[in-house]
């Protein structure tokens, strides 16, 4: 996965560390939050939809974030993002990051894509190795795309922290984690200084703006809300992430409103699918949400085993069937 600088920035207010704040944010950099903040890195990542075909404009071949200027992105990385947040399909997106040509090797975005699908495979000597080359292509960034070049550092010092938390453990990788968190924000801060408009950058910050503000009572989501709404393309990226922003709030009702949105543009996505039967349940749509269960569960042969296998356990649950009968089902689907 994962800092507005209106006024003054979130994460500089939130994060410039006192004792006190550095024991709250310890409580809170922990092995579920990092979780969900990497797994959205294609939402980030964009954690993690990148529309061929959006509601009112174009994104220019090579860059699925912009519709003008666009930046030097291979090919190969946008059809990972494509393969992952437009379509859902992780099978194609591991394809396409195996038979990489040279010319991906350079860009820092399919390090991180390639990072990203590592954290997902539970492959963590992989997962460092990306991190690391994400960091050191962006650097040679530097001088030719700036703005891209500060983003992505920040991008993979996240990551090396997620791997030091995954293989370290909590106790031992948090003082790691939160003295490599300022080197994330002074990174992001420099890259918004470029351009804060920017929509590349605007998805990964807002992203991690608003996980940042539902995990922190006294931060804004509203203002991470904002930002996605306005500057966050594509669409359907931009919107994923609000409706999950909403969900964590509570605020169901909106989030399937925003939910909506990213399906208009992406309305095969199983990921999508699954969010949408998940948010039914909770307003207690329950025949709704079977539906959308059943759709997404559709598309199980492209998506990682334990996401297929979560979601025929929800479809089972949903029922009112024995949570224990439910994980066997599942099990006995997509294994354990």
Avoid at 14 to 25: A, K, Q, R, Y
Avoid at 172 to 189: H, I, N, S
Avoid at 197 to 225: C, Q, R, T
Avoid at 299 to 318: G, K, M, N, V, W
Wanted: hydrophobic fraction near 45%; glycine fraction near 6%.
């Amino acid at each position: 996965m994962i800092l507005l600088k209106t006024q003054q920035s979130l994460c500089q207010s939130t994060f410039t560390l006192s004792t006190d704040m550095s024991n709250f944010v310890t409580g809170i950099i922990h092995q579920p939050f990092t979780r969900k903040i990497v797994r959205r890195l294609g939402c980030l990542l964009m954690g993690a939809s990148l529309a061929i075909i959006p509601l009112t404009q174009t994104a220019l071949a090579g860059d699925p974030f912009r519709t003008e200027a666009p930046r030097d992105i291979s090919d190969t990385s946008e059809q990972i993002f494509y393969a992952m947040f437009r379509d859902g399909d992780y099978v194609a997106a591991r394809e396409y990051l195996d038979s990489a040509g040279v010319e991906a090797e350079a860009d820092p975005l399919f390090h991180a894509l390639g990072a990203a699908l590592a954290y997902l495979d539970e492959d963590w000597a992989t997962l460092a190795a990306k991190a690391a080359l994400t960091q050191q292509t962006a650097t040679e960034l530097a001088g030719s795309d700036d703005l891209r070049s500060n983003l992505y550092e920040a991008v993979g010092v996240f990551l090396e922290g997620a791997h030091i938390l995954q293989t370290e453990g909590v106790a031992q990788g948090t003082p790691k984690a939160l003295g490599m968190l300022q080197r994330v924000f002074d990174r992001m801060d420099a890259a918004e200084a470029i351009d804060p408009e920017d929509p590349e950058l605007s998805l990964l910050k807002g992203y991690m703006d608003l996980l940042l503000a539902v995990n922190l009572p006294f931060a804004n989501p509203e203002k991470a809300i904002g930002r996605l709404e306005t500057y966050g393309y594509p669409t359907y990226v931009a919107y994923r992430g609000i409706a999950l922003g909403y969900r964590d709030l509570d605020r169901d009702a909106e989030a399937l409103e925003a939910l909506d949105v990213a399906l208009g543009e992406a309305p095969n996505n199983p990921d999508l699918l699954y969010l949408k039967a998940q948010l039914l349940r909770r307003l207690d749509r329950t025949a709704e949400s079977q539906e959308y269960f059943a759709r997404a569960i559709e598309y199980a042969d492209q998506l990682p085993a334990a996401t297929s296998r979560q979601i025929a356990f929800e479809q089972c649950h949903i029922t009112g069937e024995d949570r224990a009968v439910c994980n066997a089902r599942a099990a006995e689907q997509f294994g354990e």
